[in-house]
Structure formats: C-alpha cells, structure tokens
C-alpha cells in the first residue's frame, strides 16, 4: 500500500507531497452517493416548482419524452463518465477529468467554475428554502415570520451537518428523498386509479409531441432538473471500492431520477389532461401541483407535500454545499486555494474547514440578496440557479469531451469509451447553447443584470488560464499538482501523462 501522502493519480505526476488532511475513506456506499446526488437534483422541488413551467413554456404535453430524451443523453454521459473513474478518483472530478483529458490549464478553469456553481446553486436552493418555509409555516401554523429568519436556521444546520462525518449528511439526505418520492409516487398511482390507465397517453412520448411547442425551452428545463448527478464521481475518495460503487451509483443516480421525473410528467400530463395541459399549468404555474393533488388525493396531501418541498429543498442546499466544499478542498490540497481549505477534521474525517467557509459565501449571498430587499425566490433562486445551471451544463459538455480524448489517445475507441460521450457531448453543447440563447426562461426574470451573469463564466475562463499558464511558468511543482489524486489502492489502469 503506498504513502498516503503520496498521489498515484493515473495521470502522471504521482509523486508530490499531499497539502492537507485525507477525506475518511470507505465512509460511503453506492446507496449513500445515490441518495446524495439525488438529492441535489432536489426532485420534489422540481416537480412543484420547475415541471410546471416546463409545460406551460416548453412543449406542453411533449414534456414527459423531453425529460425520458434528457435522461438517455444523461445516460449516454454517464457510460463514459464511470470508464474514466479508474483514473480519476478525486474530489474535485471535473477539475481531474478535464484536466487530464484536455490539460491542466482548462482543468483549473473547470475547478473553479464547478465550485462557484455549486456555491451558486447552494444559495439558490437556499432561497428556494427559505421562501417555502414562510409560506409553509404562515399558511399551516399562522406564524408570519421573514424569509432571512428560515434561511438562517437552514444555514445553521447545514453548519452542523458538515461538520460531521459524511455518512450523517448521507441519512438525513436519504430519509429526506424516500418521503419526497413517495408522496409524489403516491400522487401518480392516485392519477392512475381515478383517471384511468386511458389517460396516460403513449402520444407524449412520440417524436412530434417531443418536438413541438418551444423545443429549446424544454430542453433547458429537462437537463437542467438533473443537476446534481454528477457528483457522484465527487465522492469517490470517500467511497468503499471507488471503481465498483462510483459506476453503480452514477446508472442508479441516472436511472431512478430519470424514471421519476418521466412518471411525474406523464402522471400530471394524465391528471390535468394530455390535450390541455400546457394552458392549465400556464394558469397559475405555481399552484399547478398543489391543484392536481388536492383534487386527486385531498387537502391532506397539499399540507405534506407543502413541507417536503421545504424539505427537498434543504436536502438540496445540503447536497450543493457538500459538493461545492469538496471542489474548495480538491484545489486547496493541489495548491490554488489557501493552505488551510485542504483540513480534514481528526476524528470524521470532514474537509471541515473547507465547509465552514462554503458556509461563509452561502451566508454572504443569501443575506446580501436580503439587504439588498430581494425576494428569495423570484430573485435569489433565479438567479443563482440559472447562473449555476449554465455553468454546470458547460462542464458537463467539456467532460464528455475530455474523455473522448483521453480514450482517444490510449486506442480505447469502442462504443462506451468514445461513442457514447462523443454522441453526449454533441447534445450537451446543443443544450448548453441553447441554455444561453434562452437564459431569460431559464430564470424567468427580465432583469439585465440577472440575464448577463453568464458571461462571468468567460472571466473565470480568462482567469483560471491566466494563473494555470503564470503557475506553469513560476511554479513548476505546484502546477504538476493540479488534478492530482492521493488514493491508497493500486490503479487499475497505467498512468498516462497530463498535458
């Protein structure tokens, strides 16, 4: 067994010296990382909040087969994804992936970017919180209390949860999923037996019904409700046999998420009507759901369906944060963040210091938004969401890249090493493409200033390659570094070179 202060990466370079403390190896199954990717995609939050707009918006009752097309492209992704994690086992996996099949400079840039959309999509789903919270709370409990007050509270666990080991965050993740599914599947079964078998036409998932209405809109809100996937490759460090449980959890995140959100769509396509309901859901979007539930199930389920959003919606901020404190631990142990990110805490193993300080830039943006007299979800979660999604979309398309290259190189140029994310990346950039030309539906704000913040993804492109190229030049070890990984098992394939 080698050093563990030592990195054998796969990917050249295996020799530095490792800055910081190691994340607690083995600490998780492959359930533990379904149930945290999962979560992140927030289900519950996108079936009340994201689905209705996808049908009054996109193309109506096409959008049960725009979220099954998503799902297979997500698929296709993920088939080349899991073939590269024998390479990459790191905390920061767009960070390693991109850096080792297009460079280390783009594989900074990557780095960055993963970690300021993550840290957006935190604060998003934060807001998202803290405005169902109020709601919920002032129409169950006849308590009126500011949005800040609920976001704060949601802060302070979120604080206490990463501080621990990982496997804490893992159980209250799970348990937070499997009461959000349930509830919705019940839904669905409830739409099946009142409505009939009849009512869930095979025509939603036909290639014109796909096709029609506002085809690029849908495309944005079917990918963009799968974020969060990708993290599994984020926790292969802290995984028990990492090549085995990283693959299994990235088809089950894929999978289930996929399923799910096809079953949702087409159950309240069916509920509201297969020929109507683009215009029912174009009504009032925000009480699309809760309708359809109550007139299927009853008040009862409108009340527990009110707090899983606000459940789903904490377990997604939880989700983000563990994923954006990891990308801050991954570059500070390579060197581009300060020193003392790349700690883990003695006993659980927690990169604790790095999830203090995500906590920090959480509280920062949520509360600014809150000076500043914003609403938590028209602005904040807007906002924050759109810029995190485009940004995730963009590295999405560049991984799939990367590993066309990568295997590219080595001669692996069959179905699942080439193919599968050449034909992925090529849809990836469609949709990424799409996201931007569309991005005033993405947030649904007609705010200039919330429209442009993509374009601080090209400053951050201009200077993650700045710094890679100055470190290069100035710094030669500390550049060899970058998108390396301390693993203690032996690699199951031969090192090849960074470029």
Same mark, same amino acid.
């Given at each position: 067994?080698?050093?563990?202060?030592?990195?054998?990466?796969?990917? +050249?370079?295996?020799?530095?010296?490792?800055?910081?403390?190691?994340?607690?190896?083995?600490?998780?199954?492959? #359930?533990?990382?379904?149930?945290?990717?999962?979560?992140?995609?927030?289900?519950?939050? $996108? !079936?009340?909040?994201?689905?209705?707009?996808?049908?009054?918006?996109?193309?109506?009752?096409?959008?049960?087969?725009? @979220?099954?097309?998503?799902?297979?492209?997500?698929?296709?992704?993920?088939?080349? *994804?899991?073939?590269?994690?024998?390479? !990459?086992?790191?905390?920061?996996?767009?960070?390693?992936?991109?850096?080792?099949?297009?460079?280390?400079?783009?594989?900074?840039?990557?780095?960055?970017?993963?970690?300021?959309?993550?840290?957006?999509? %935190?604060?998003?789903?934060?807001?998202?919180?803290?405005?169902?919270?109020?709601?919920?709370?002032?129409?169950?409990?006849?308590?009126?209390? #500011?949005?800040?007050?609920?976001?704060?509270?949601?802060?302070?666990?979120?604080?206490?949860?990463?501080?621990?080991?990982?496997?804490?965050?893992?159980?209250?993740?799970?348990?937070? =999923?499997? =009461?959000?599914?349930?509830?919705?599947?019940?839904?669905? $079964?409830?739409?099946?037996?009142?409505?009939?078998?009849?009512?869930?036409?095979?025509?939603?998932?036909?290639?014109?019904?796909?096709?029609?209405?506002?085809?690029?809109?849908?495309?944005? *809100?079917?990918?963009?409700?799968?974020?969060?996937?990708?993290?599994?490759?984020?926790?292969?460090?802290?995984?028990?046999?990492?090549?085995?449980?990283?693959?299994?959890?990235?088809?089950?995140?894929?999978?289930?998420?996929?399923?799910?959100?096809?079953?949702?769509?087409?159950?309240?396509?069916?509920?509201?009507?297969?020929?109507?309901? +683009?215009?029912?859901?174009?009504?009032?979007?925000?009480?699309?759901?809760?309708?359809?539930?109550?007139? @299927?199930?009853?008040?009862?389920?409108?009340?527990?369906?009110?707090?899983?959003? !606000?459940?789903?919606?904490?377990?997604?901020?939880?989700?983000?944060?563990?994923?954006?404190?990891?990308?801050?631990?991954?570059?500070?142990?390579?060197?581009?963040?300060?020193?003392?990110?790349?700690?883990?805490?003695?006993?659980?193993? %927690? #990169? @604790?210091?790095?999830?203090?300080?995500? $906590?920090?830039? /959480?509280?920062?943006?949520?509360?600014?938004?809150?000076?500043?007299?914003?609403?938590?979800?028209?602005?904040?979660?807007?906002?924050?969401?759109?810029?995190?999604?485009?940004?995730?979309?963009?590295?999405?398309?560049?991984?799939?890249?990367?590993? !066309?290259?990568?295997?590219?190189?080595?001669?692996?140029?069959?179905?699942?090493?080439?193919?599968?994310?050449?034909?992925?990346?090529?849809?990836?950039?469609?949709?990424?493409?799409?996201?931007?030309?569309?991005?005033?539906?993405?947030?649904? %704000?007609?705010?200039?200033?919330?429209?442009?913040?993509?374009?601080?993804?090209?400053?951050?492109? $201009?200077?993650?390659?700045?710094?890679?190229? /100055?470190?290069?030049?100035?710094?030669?070890?500390? @550049? %060899?570094?970058?998108?390396?990984?301390?693993?203690?098992?032996?690699?199951?394939?031969?090192?090849?070179?960074?470029?």
């Amino acid at each position: 067994m080698s050093d563990p202060t030592r990195s054998a990466t796969g990917m +050249g370079d295996p020799g530095h010296t490792q800055r910081g403390g190691r994340l607690r190896a083995g600490s998780l199954t492959a #359930p533990h990382v379904v149930f945290m990717v999962l979560a992140a995609a927030a289900p519950m939050a $996108v !079936v009340v909040a994201i689905m209705p707009i996808a049908f009054a918006l996109g193309n109506g009752a096409g959008t049960p087969g725009m @979220y099954l097309l998503a799902a297979l492209v997500l698929l296709l992704f993920s088939i080349g *994804y899991v073939r590269a994690v024998p390479y !990459v086992r790191n905390a920061g996996a767009f960070y390693a992936y991109i850096a080792q099949g297009l460079g280390r400079p783009l594989g900074l840039v990557a780095a960055y970017t993963a970690a300021i959309c993550y840290n957006a999509l %935190s604060a998003a789903t934060c807001g998202a919180l803290a405005f169902f919270a109020a709601d919920t709370a002032n129409r169950m409990l006849g308590v009126d209390l #500011p949005w800040p007050f609920w976001a704060a509270i949601g802060i302070a666990l979120v604080l206490l949860l990463s501080y621990r080991r990982i496997t804490v965050s893992a159980r209250v993740l799970t348990v937070a =999923l499997s =009461l959000e599914v349930f509830i919705l599947l019940v839904l669905v $079964v409830g739409i099946l037996f009142q409505a009939g078998p009849s009512a869930f036409s095979f025509e939603v998932f036909m290639p014109t019904a796909v096709a029609s209405g506002s085809i690029g809109v849908a495309v944005i *809100y079917a990918l963009s409700s799968f974020l969060g996937f990708e993290g599994t490759a984020i926790y292969a460090e802290e995984t028990r046999d990492p090549v085995r449980t990283v693959p299994r959890a990235t088809y089950g995140a894929v999978a289930v998420v996929g399923v799910f959100y096809v079953l949702c769509a087409w159950g309240l396509a069916a509920g509201a009507g297969v020929d109507r309901v +683009g215009a029912v859901a174009g009504e009032d979007p925000g009480s699309f759901v809760f309708a359809i539930t109550d007139q @299927y199930l009853g008040s009862w389920a409108v009340d527990v369906i009110g707090v899983l959003v !606000v459940v789903s919606s904490f377990a997604a901020v939880l989700a983000f944060h563990n994923a954006a404190a990891r990308y801050f631990y991954a570059l500070a142990r390579d060197g581009f963040l300060p020193a003392p990110l790349a700690r883990t805490h003695p006993r659980y193993g %927690s #990169p @604790y210091v790095a999830g203090i300080s995500q $906590v920090v830039v /959480l509280a920062v943006l949520v509360f600014g938004f809150a000076l500043a007299g914003l609403d938590p979800l028209l602005n904040l979660a807007t906002a924050m969401t759109g810029f995190g999604a485009v940004g995730l979309e963009s590295l999405l398309t560049l991984t799939s890249l990367a590993i !066309v290259v990568f295997f590219w190189r080595q001669g692996r140029r069959d179905f699942g090493h080439v193919i599968a994310p050449a034909i992925a990346s090529v849809a990836l950039a469609v949709a990424t493409i799409l996201s931007f030309v569309n991005y005033q539906f993405l947030t649904g %704000s007609d705010s200039s200033i919330i429209n442009s913040l993509p374009w601080l993804h090209l400053v951050t492109l $201009v200077v993650g390659l700045a710094l890679a190229f /100055l470190v290069r030049r100035r710094d030669p070890e500390r @550049y %060899s570094r970058m998108g390396s990984t301390p693993v203690e098992e032996k690699e199951a394939y031969p090192e090849q070179p960074l470029r």
